[in-house]
């Protein structure tokens, strides 16, 4: 039997293989340290709302309101309940996925910009839930304070010491991206790229595309709520700050920058803008200003993302989110 | 496979056969204007049935009706079972399968996983073992087996309509909808393409059903021939007789 090894796989491990042992040389920069849980945290993020986006062709603009949702689920829980704080990971994870397919069900005969129209509708109104909600212990504004730390056994992670959360946040996003890898290029993977392509077609050869939107919507609000779970533990404390229009422009830059629609460039993409993010925060008010111009010149240069460019995929996936739904809309409704 | 003899002639015996389609009262209308009209045919098991008429009579719809891409009032039954208004997927499961008139093909994705993607979805009752058997049987018989790792947005519309069809055969299906097949494609295409269908037909057992204009391509091919204007049939019947039809000539081959 043959075994493929595909381009995809070697750069996803290879990624991970050097934040293996980036630690070896870093472990004393706690600063840098921090960062790359980050990058771990958003990229791992960027990558499902790829998988949505760039794979499923599905609009999402609520990945936000997903994470947000678990982050609080898991932080309540276990601030409020007593539940070992992996086990409140997973319960938000689990509680994104129903609010998932709870915002799937309205989209499910609409499309493209309706979508986003929907679940951006969201995205805006978790917000002002928390914030209504304060009685029931969200913290209002001021945010969720004390959320448990995570321990292992008799050990308690702390905030002094990064690496345990480092290695982590590598395995938790590492197993959320491997999910990712393993679904794109699944049976599933292919019910996904069929739909994004040619909806019409796919309900000829016989897809359920009720089931395989609603699947889209469940797994990748559960992969973003697990995402969301490990970082209010991490943070410590999570505000309704969290849907502001900066991080989300972030994430999205990372998706963009990274190539949509090619796994792993949201991940890259994660390392890439926070670092840029970083390196130019000496420049405050002036940061996002020259942010934007880089992006800008990122996108003209590069349209299909670092990974779209390198050209190493011949093209396979990589097809620009742009140019195919114009040319969706221009062979929609004609005659079928 | 049950292979036939290799004749060009069309079997005269299929009328002997049961009704593997039936259509009763069948209508759509959009807003004001009625695109199918109280139509109701049967196609026996075997055949291959020409649907023809001028633009805008309804042909499509009826597909479209038949496949559970819209909605309608009437009856259809498929092997005797009720059919009506199920869902596209259904539809497929149940043993029906069609092309589209736009060719429209999974355009990121190779040859190999178009055809793949009929096999898996479409074919319910399928073992994996058997899922390559069937994508391969359907890419030798069309031509396409050289090209299967070919990217399918890079093929030229004849190759992406032997793509349609290839993957509506691996759905394993016992009817085909074909809307068009011909359409766009140049003269020395258009003869392979009639061998391929009448192949479909007779060597697969598979009945047709197929949408055209050109009439020479409806006059080799069909058993028999309807023709729709307004949504209403004309006339059905065997093509020599029906374009001898003085109310045929006049609205549609006058």
Redesign the interface.
Same mark, same amino acid.
Not at chain 1, 200 to 209: H, M, S
């Given at each position: 039997m043959k075994i493929e090894i595909r381009q995809e796989l070697i750069i996803f491990l290879a990624m991970y293989l050097v934040l293996l042992i980036l630690p070896l040389f870093l472990y004393k920069d706690a600063y840098v340290i921090g960062i790359l849980i980050t990058c771990m945290v958003w990229g791992a993020m960027a990558s499902v709302w790829n998988f949505t986006m760039g794979y499923a062709g599905i609009f999402t603009f609520g990945q936000f309101g997903f994470f947000v949702v678990a982050a609080y689920t898991s932080g309540m829980v276990t601030k409020y309940l007593g539940i070992s704080p992996w086990l409140g990971i997973l319960i938000g994870g689990l509680m994104a996925a129903v609010v998932g397919v709870l915002i799937g069900l309205p989209c499910m005969k609409l499309k493209g910009a309706y979508i986003a129209l929907i679940t951006f509708a969201l995205h805006l109104v978790v917000a002002p839930m928390i914030k209504v909600a304060d009685p029931l212990g969200t913290g209002g504004s001021t945010g969720l304070m004390s959320i448990p730390k995570l321990s292992l056994g008799a050990y308690t992670f702390s905030r002094t010491d990064l690496i345990p959360w480092y290695y982590t946040a590598l395995v938790i996003s590492f197993l959320v991206l491997l999910v990712v890898y393993k679904t794109i290029f699944s =049976?599933v993977g292919? *019910?996904f /790229? *069929?739909l994004r392509? =040619?909806e019409?077609?796919? $309900? +000829?050869? *016989? /897809?359920? &595309?009720y089931k395989y939107k609603l699947l889209v919507f469940g797994l990748s609000a559960f992969l973003t709520g697990i995402m969301g779970g490990f970082y209010a533990h991490y943070a410590g404390i999570i505000s309704p700050r969290l849907l502001g229009l900066d991080i989300f422009l972030l994430v999205m830059l990372m998706m963009i920058i990274g190539g949509m629609g090619i796994f792993p460039g949201a991940f890259l993409g994660g390392f890439i803008i926070l670092f840029l993010n970083e390196f130019l925060r000496p420049l405050e008010a002036y940061r996002f200003l020259i942010f934007g111009a880089i992006v800008i010149v990122a996108i003209k240069l590069m349209p299909e993302g670092i990974l779209g460019h390198l050209n190493i995929f011949k093209? %396979?996936?990589g $097809?620009r989110l742009l140019g %195919?739904a114009a &040319?969706v809309e221009t +062979?929609r409704g004609?005659? /079928? | 496979m049950a292979s036939t003899a290799n004749t060009n002639s069309k079997d005269e015996r299929v009328g002997a056969q049961a009704p593997i389609l039936q259509v009763r009262n069948l209508s759509k209308a959009f807003g004001a204007m009625l695109a199918v009209n109280d139509l109701s045919f049967e196609i026996p098991a075997g055949e291959v049935f020409g649907i023809a008429g001028p633009n805008g009579a309804g042909k499509t719809t009826v597909f479209n009706l038949i496949t559970g891409f819209l909605q309608g009032t009437g009856e259809v039954r498929f092997e005797d079972k009720n059919v009506t208004n199920l869902k596209p997927y259904q539809i497929c499961h149940r043993g029906i399968a069609r092309t589209l008139q736009i060719p429209q093909i999974f355009s990121t994705l190779d040859v190999f996983s178009n055809v793949r993607f009929g096999a898996h979805f479409g074919n319910k009752h399928l073992k994996d073992g058997n899922e390559a058997e069937i994508i391969h049987r359907a890419l030798d018989f069309v031509g396409l087996q050289d090209d299967k790792t070919a990217i399918a947005e890079n093929m030229d519309l004849f190759h992406k309509k032997l793509i349609m069809i290839a993957a509506a055969l691996a759905t394993q299906p016992r009817l085909l909808l074909l809307d068009e097949p011909i359409g766009g494609l140049s003269p020395a295409e258009i003869d392979p393409l009639i061998k391929l269908i009448r192949k479909i037909n007779q060597e697969w057992n598979i009945t047709v059903i197929i949408i055209e204009h050109l009439m020479k391509v409806l006059k080799e091919l069909s058993h028999r021939l309807m023709i729709l204007h307004y949504g209403e049939e004309i006339r059905t019947g065997p093509p020599a007789e029906v374009m001898e039809d003085e109310k045929v000539k006049e609205v549609y081959l006058g």
């Open positions: =049976s292919l *019910g /790229i *069929g392509d =040619s019409d077609f796919a $309900k +000829t050869l *016989g /897809i359920n &595309e093209n %396979r996936m $097809k %195919r &040319e +062979t004609q005659n /079928i | -």
